[in-house]
């Protein structure tokens, strides 16, 4: 975890002007990576969504856990297999998803967030059938979806009635059966379905760097060139890719941050520099 020095009445000057243009805008934050497995980062996260909520923002979390995934896995005996990097989810896997992500995760940082007054309702992809997804078949990975539709309904009620919503990345198919979601990718989904004003990724690493550092700044047609010329590669593709099509569904601005630095989500938005990188359309 990393402290940045700061002066914390500079801090809220400058955040003035933010807090006021971002009233009422909706954010979408996608919380995974280390942040969720050191106390002192999870008790910022939650103290950070709820006074964006308290503040007039409409924030929505959409949260990972694969890493507790595969330790109940482990303590289950059911083997964790990886296809290309990426989680192979059969009958057993599949209900240990369900488990961590849609139980003891979500309602963990429900709980939190709850904690400072957050007024937090956590549910999954699930309920009210509102992601809906077909079988991933790119790869086969077993009982992975791709998302062909998010009913934003739900969350909107929600968030007109001052709840901030957890979501677990689980989705339905048209006939009933259950599957893993790519949190990056439902991240991304349920900020283009609610046209949200920003979409923010907490992650393991300052943002998206070449070899001259972090790059700060991205526009849609940077970005598919550096994921061509191999500058974005491995975990961060799926996070890129996502944030594009939430761009192109109308998300105004994605942000790929260090989740690892406390309060990251307050200096990315509150102030002029911010801390990692920001994606626009042009």
Do not use: C, W
């Not at 807090?19 to 996260?45: C, H, N, P, R, W």
């Not at 791709?146 to 309904?153: A, F, Q, T």
């Not at 991205?218 to 970005?223: F, M, N, Q």
């Amino acid at each position: 975890m990393t402290k940045p020095v700061i002066r914390k009445e500079d801090v809220l000057i400058e955040a003035l002007p933010y807090i006021q243009q971002f009233e009422e805008k909706t954010f979408v934050i996608k919380y995974g990576g280390a942040v969720m497995e050191d106390e002192q980062l999870k008790f910022s996260v939650a103290q950070d969504v709820t006074l964006l909520r308290k503040i007039g923002i409409n924030v929505v979390v959409v949260h990972g856990g694969g890493k507790e995934i595969t330790s109940l896995s482990s303590r289950l005996n059911i083997e964790t297999k990886f296809v290309d990097g990426q989680r192979y989810t059969d009958e057993a896997t599949r209900d240990v998803v369900q488990m961590v992500l849609a139980g003891s995760i979500n309602k963990d940082i429900v709980r939190r967030i709850n904690m400072h007054g957050g007024r937090a309702v956590g549910f999954s992809g699930i309920d009210a059938g509102f992601v809906k997804v077909k079988k991933y078949n790119k790869t086969d990975l077993g009982l992975v979806g791709d998302i062909v539709d998010v009913n934003p309904l739900l969350i909107k009620n929600l968030l007109r009635e001052k709840y901030l919503p957890v979501i677990a990345p689980i989705g339905i198919d048209e006939i009933g059966t259950v599957y893993n979601v790519n949190a990056d990718i439902a991240a991304g989904a349920i900020a283009g379905a609610l046209d949200a004003s920003k979409l923010v990724y907490l992650t393991d690493t300052e943002g998206v760097k070449s070899k001259d550092g972090l790059i700060r700044h991205l526009t849609k047609e940077d970005t598919e060139k550096h994921i061509i010329e191999g500058t974005i590669s491995g975990g961060m593709i799926p996070k890129v890719e996502s944030a594009l099509t939430a761009l192109e569904s109308g998300v105004q601005k994605v942000h790929i941050i260090d989740g690892r630095v406390e309060h990251a989500l307050l200096l990315e938005i509150f102030t002029k520099e911010g801390i990692g990188t920001e994606i626009v359309s042009e």
